[in-house]
Antibody, heavy 120, light 110 residues
Framework: EVLLVESGGDLVEPGRSLRLSCTASGFTSADYAMSWIRQAPGGGLEWVGFIRSKVYGGAPEYAASVKGRFTISRDDSKNIAYLQMSSLETGDTALYYC????????????WGQGTTVTVS | QSALTQPASVSGSPGQSITISCTGPNSDVDRYHYLSWYQQHPGRAPKLMIFDVSNRPSGVSNRFSGSKSDNTASLTISGLQAEDEAEYYCSAYTVSDTLVFGGGTKLTVL
């Protein structure tokens, strides 16, 4: 079964750091771009960023709201993608989803169930 | 404010068809690429319904269709069913390789 499982969500104080993990199973995550999407309580979806597969250079891209504070990385040997969050703000409070995307035109076809980050 | 504009809500009766629109900030969805649609039921993760404007992933009902015309992308659901009641989001990549979502549309099945 193809699965993405996020972990690492927690209650943290403003200004602190937190690292989220996204563990993939049932497929070779190295073949996919991995994205992070967040959803504030009662809000809509917000793209946080993604990291390309090594085939496409492996570089990350970020939303303006998190650029310079968040870092996305991947360890394909472990099938894990990471979201390192620093200088957290109350506005970062959200459910954070991990997704996969083979190519941009194919959309994000698998989503995890999310992990909750509360900054307070 | 979302870069892509969707109506906040739409509604329809069972068996009817509804359409949800998605428009770019300059009414030019052509400036965005690889448009997708996602369905989200309360308390659940989003689900991909349409990719690249009009393509359906395997397993998605053919009652769902996507199109683009006159600089607006649209999601049409025909033969509306109670289970279609959910929030729907469009998304697209910008020319700078960032992704933007619409604000979401709540579909109510009357």
């Amino acid at each position: 079964e193809v699965l993405l499982v996020e972990s690492g969500g927690d209650l943290v104080e403003p200004g602190r750091s937190l690292r989220l993990s996204c563990t993939a199973s049932g497929f070779t995550s190295a073949d996919y771009a991995m994205s992070w999407i967040r959803q504030a309580p009662g809000g809509g979806l917000e793209w946080v960023g993604f990291i390309r597969s090594k085939v496409y250079g492996g570089a990350p891209e970020y939303a303006a709201s998190v650029k310079g504070r968040f870092t996305i990385s991947r360890d394909d040997s472990k099938n894990i993608a990471y979201l390192q969050m620093s200088s957290l703000e109350t506005g970062d409070t959200a459910l954070y989803y991990c997704t996969r995307e083979l190519k941009r035109e194919y959309g994000m076809d698998v989503w995890g169930q999310g992990t909750t980050v509360t900054v307070s | 404010q979302s870069a892509l504009t969707q109506p906040a809500s739409v509604s329809g009766s069972p068996g009817q068809s509804i359409t949800i629109s998605c428009t770019g900030p300059n009414s030019d969805v052509d400036r965005y690429h690889y448009l997708s649609w996602y369905q989200q039921h309360p308390g659940r993760a989003p689900k991909l319904m349409i990719f690249d404007v009009s393509n359906r992933p395997s397993g998605v009902s053919n009652r769902f269709s996507g199109s683009k015309s006159d600089n607006t992308a649209s999601l049409t659901i025909s033969g509306l069913q109670a289970e279609d009641e959910a929030e729907y989001y469009c998304s697209a990549y910008t020319v700078s390789d960032t992704l933007v979502f619409g604000g979401g549309t709540k579909l109510t099945v009357l």
